[in-house]
């Protein structure tokens, strides 16, 4: 449904791929759904993360989704297949899944997906070498950054995953834990020169629906902020967050 | 109007209350039948308003406490005033409903309007009588039960002594009386000692409605644990654990979602129990704890859609079901305005709509139904073109006739079996 009409938009203008994938069009691999799924729920939790307080009942069910698949991607080594596979191929397809992170609901009958993508196609080669350096430090919530990441870092699997349960854990701490405290705790490892409203709120309104968008710990990685600004904002969210740059 | 949340008829059925998003109760009452009017009977009409709930401000979390009703059940009758307990996500409270249809007049130390009479004025003493007035139905909070759940109340449920009531968030589960509000027992808690390994919460707790010991909880990994409260005060060993084993056929990334249990309702006469969960609704025989003894398919053509429903949120729509006054009979709701009934003994089961196009005054309601097959007949509606924002997630059977209510959004709708 919602695959099929997604897929033959973001393969337009990649002409070696619309072939190998023509094909496959009308059935996408379980694969590249599972994966669609997985970022899917990525954002849900990190939208759910944003909200003045999560339903709980929802946050779990999603939580458990997304540790569901990432076991069975476990399981069936694919996990580690995406470190080994050629960066052009993995990276369409990390393209593709994130062309749905981008889309929220809302979104999704307007059909922003498009721009969208082009930039996203950029922004991951710009920030290619940031990655690379930035994953191992940031230790926020950073799951579907981590994900992406593993494709230019052929490192080990083993501290990726990791680091993503690690950030799964960490939502529900921060789901628990909703005070202003931890809150300041969460910003305790931002660089302080990023507390420039405007690069802030800059960055917020572009981040906000973008697959690797996190909550405030972008403000250390300021490549990603320039080049997404085409994903729509939430604005009850961006009021929400300045409410909290305030308070803190 | 508000967004209706719960619907719930009183023990006689003779009340209706529905609480909506706005922390508003509304209450509606059955017009008595009288010799002079027959067609009336079985209208409800307004009976009495009042805010039950107002938004809150949690300081010390920053958080807003909605003052959305997410329940309401009503006490037995016991005086001439009814009772019923209301509940938002973190308060409940006691309402007293009464009536007063008279007025005393001839006071002796003030006149009509109140204000008080000259002392010299006053040459004799009378009895003050009784004077017929209009009649005004009054609501007053008799008791407010506040700060005993860190989450989100789901369910309050009354027990069958009368005296005590449980209520139930997302992780606890609390046992008050009646008459006390500064204190509340917790009888149970699942939260795990490190919040990080959460996997399950409380979806729907209620009391048995016979045995004043037994209560039920259903979680959202689509089990049901029973618990008898005279084993332990606190009740995290269950006595009974009630779970269909999953079919392995019908495996995939949504299963554990569209098992998480929405709803639990004993059925009146305490043997059985019915669950929902997303597409289907179980009934158990509290005897037997490894599988239902009846499952009905509410909308099993939704089974194909459900990355789209997951997309789109409303795989976690909390539909609840209800049980007719004879357990004969249970019905549910769906999208599109569609409810369904399904009756146990005779395996028939019927969708309806709740609309305004559909549902004239006294017009008999046409059997809706969903084209699953490629060839759509006539009258017959596709899957894809159910409107998902169109959801009866409550609805309620009352206790003795068969009179139902609907609520479809902010719209409620009362059907009534036709008699000739």
């Known amino acids: ?248 | 109007a508000d967004i209706i949340s719960t619907v719930e008829f009183n023990y006689t059925g003779d009340l209706l209350a529905t609480g909506d998003k706005g922390g508003r109760v509304v209450i509606f009452q059955r017009e008595q039948e009288t010799k002079s009017r027959p067609v009336s009977r079985g209208e409800y009409n307004v009976y009495s308003t009042f805010q039950s709930h107002e938004p809150e401000f949690d300081y010390l979390k920053s958080l807003e406490i909605e003052e959305k009703i997410n329940k309401i059940r009503w006490l037995p009758q016991q005086n001439a005033a009814h009772f019923l307990l209301s509940t938002n996500d973190k308060t409940i409270k006691l309402w007293k409903i009464s009536e007063r249809d008279k007025r005393a007049e001839g006071y002796n130390l003030k006149d009509e309007d109140g204000r008080l009479r000259e002392p010299f004025r006053i040459t004799e003493l009378r009895v003050p009588t009784l004077k017929p007035m209009d009649l005004m139905v009054e609501a007053s909070p008799r008791r407010t039960f506040a700060n005993a759940h860190t989450y989100h109340i789901n369910s309050i449920s009354v027990n069958s002594d009368y005296a005590t009531y449980l209520s139930a968030d997302d992780l606890r589960i609390n046992l008050w009386h009646l008459e006390v509000t500064n204190r509340s027992f917790n009888i149970v808690d699942i939260k795990p000692a490190n919040m990080e390994e959460l996997t399950e919460v409380i979806t729907a707790a209620e009391f048995h409605p016979l045995q004043c010991n037994v209560f039920v909880y259903s979680s959202s990994k689509g089990t049901i644990r029973l618990c008898d409260m005279r084993s332990s005060a606190l009740c995290d060993q269950h006595s009974k654990f009630f779970e269909e084993p999953e079919d392995p056929s019908s495996r995939s990334f949504f299963s554990e979602i569209i098992s998480s249990i929405s709803d639990v309702k004993f059925s009146h006469n305490g043997r059985y129990m019915m669950t929902r969960d997303y597409l289907s609704v179980k009934v158990w025989d509290l005897n037997m704890e490894n599988r239902p003894v009846e499952t009905y398919q509410v909308h099993e053509y939704l089974r194909s859609k459900l990355c789209s429903l997951y997309e789109n949120d409303c795989i976690f729509d909390k539909f609840e079901c209800c049980w007719n006054g004879s357990d004969s009979t249970i019905m549910t709701g769906s999208y599109n305005n569609f409810f369904r009934t399904f009756e146990r003994n005779t395996h028939r089961d019927t969708t309806l709509e709740a609309s305004r196009e559909s549902s004239k005054p006294r017009a008999i309601l046409k059997p809706r139904k969903v084209c699953t097959t490629g060839k759509r007949k006539k009258d017959e509606i596709t899957v894809d073109s159910l409107d998902f924002n169109k959801k009866i997630l409550h609805t309620a059977w009352h206790p003795k006739e068969n009179i139902i209510a609907v609520a479809a959004t902010n719209n409620l709708y009362l059907f009534q079996e036709k008699v000739n």
Request: with cysteine; charged share 25%; hydrophobic share 30%.
């Open chain 1, 1 to 248: 449904m919602f695959v099929r009409g997604l897929k033959r938009k973001c393969f337009d203008g990649e002409e070696d791929i619309e072939g190998t994938l023509a094909g496959i069009k009308a059935i996408p691999s379980y694969n590249l759904q599972r994966q669609s799924l997985l970022d899917m729920s990525l954002v849900k939790l990190q939208l759910c993360h944003m909200l003045v307080e999560p339903n709980l009942c929802r946050s779990v069910l999603i939580a458990n989704t997304v540790r569901q698949i990432q076991e069975e991607m476990t399981q069936d080594g694919t996990w580690q297949m995406i470190n080994t596979q050629s960066t052009g191929q993995a990276s369409l397809d990390r393209l593709v899944s994130t062309d749905i992170l981008c889309r929220s609901s809302r979104d999704q009958a307007e059909g922003k997906h498009v721009p969208a993508y082009g930039t996203f196609n950029k922004d991951f080669e710009s920030d290619q070498a940031q990655d690379s350096s930035e994953t191992m430090s940031a230790s926020s919530v950073q799951a579907p950054r981590n994900l992406q990441s593993n494709v230019w870092e052929m490192e080990n699997p083993q501290e990726n995953k990791g680091n993503f349960q690690k950030s799964l854990d960490q939502i529900f701490e921060t789901l628990e834990n909703k005070s202003p405290n931890s809150v300041e705790d969460l910003f305790s490892e931002v660089d302080n020169s990023y507390y420039d409203l405007d690069t802030m709120l800059t960055g917020m309104m572009s981040n906000t629906k973008m697959g690797h968008c996190d909550n405030l710990e972008t403000f250390s990685t300021p490549t990603n902020t320039a080049s997404n600004s085409n994903c729509k904002s939430d604005l009850n969210d961006l009021d929400h967050i300045v409410e909290i740059l305030v308070e803190s």
